[in-house]
T-cell receptor, first 115, second 110 residues
Framework: DTGVSQNPRHKITKRGQNVTFRCDPI?????LYWYRQTLGQGPEFLTY????????KSRLLSDRFSAERPKGSFSTLEIQRTEQGDSAMYLC?????????????FGPGTRLTVL | DAKTTQPNSMESNEEEPVHLPCNHS???????IHWYRQLPSQGPEYVIH???SNVNNRMASLAIAEDRKSSTLILHRATLRDAAVYYC???????????FGDGTTLTVKP
């Protein structure tokens, strides 16, 4: 396993279209996270899963955004009716849920451009 | 979430040590101090983390103040490949998310 992978790496879409991104975490990691990053800013938390359960969602995750992790392995993030303000890098990360605090491993991200 | 404060930018000369400061005056007893860095066009990369004691790994050292209200990431010999944005993050022992600030942009001069 070479790490967290994300597909596609780049997505250009027109305003109003729906887009879906996929994240494949490190295989033994039971936690999976989604973040969004705009230019010059640090990543902003969107949501995270432990196994199949979505444990926390940010208020940034409007009703146009939905994330799933149906079998506790890969995850998808869908954005419906995209807006220009959705243009950003979408980052996925995974980790173990260890006592204490474990490191998160990030993927390379999917860069979304909404025209 | 407890907040961290970092300088916006720092410069270093190649092969010299770099000390990156972070203030976290509202840290709670169960918060771990994590450092990540992000190279251009890449996702963040874990550097080091600690709770109370100083920590060393192959990438860096983490010095934690006795009152835990500040910490310093130490790169012992900066290389050009260390040029990145460095984020100091507090994560609760049972935390899911990480709350990133805007980090410190480190420039390494040859």
């Amino acid at each position: 396993d070479t790490g967290v992978s994300q597909n596609p790496r780049h997505k250009i879409t027109k305003r109003g279209q729906n887009v879906t991104f996929r994240c494949d975490p490190i295989s033994e990691h039971n936690r999976l996270y989604w973040y969004r990053q705009t230019l010059g800013q640090g990543p902003e938390f969107l949501t995270y899963f432990q196994n199949e359960a979505q444990l926390e969602k940010s208020r940034l995750l409007s009703d146009r955004f939905s994330a799933e992790r149906p079998k506790g392995s890969f995850s998808t993030l869908e954005i419906q009716r995209t807006e220009q303000g959705d243009s950003a890098m979408y980052l996925c990360a995974s980790s173990l849920s260890l006592p204490g605090s474990s490191e998160q491993f990030f993927g390379p991200g999917t860069r979304l451009t909404v025209l | 979430d407890a907040k961290t404060t970092q300088p916006n930018s720092m410069e270093s000369n190649e092969e010299e040590p770099v000390h990156l400061p972070c203030n976290h005056s509202t840290i709670s007893g169960t918060d771990y101090i994590h450092w990540y860095r992000q190279l251009p066009s890449q996702g963040p990369e874990y550097v080091i983390h600690g709770l109370t004691s100083n920590v060393n790994n192959r990438m860096a050292s983490l010095a934690i103040a006795e009152d835990r209200k500040s910490s310093t990431l130490i790169l012992h010999r900066a290389t050009l490949r260390d040029a990145a944005v460095y984020y100091c993050i507090l994560r609760d022992t049972n935390a899911g998310k990480s709350t990133f600030g805007d980090g410190t942009t480190l420039t390494v001069k040859p």
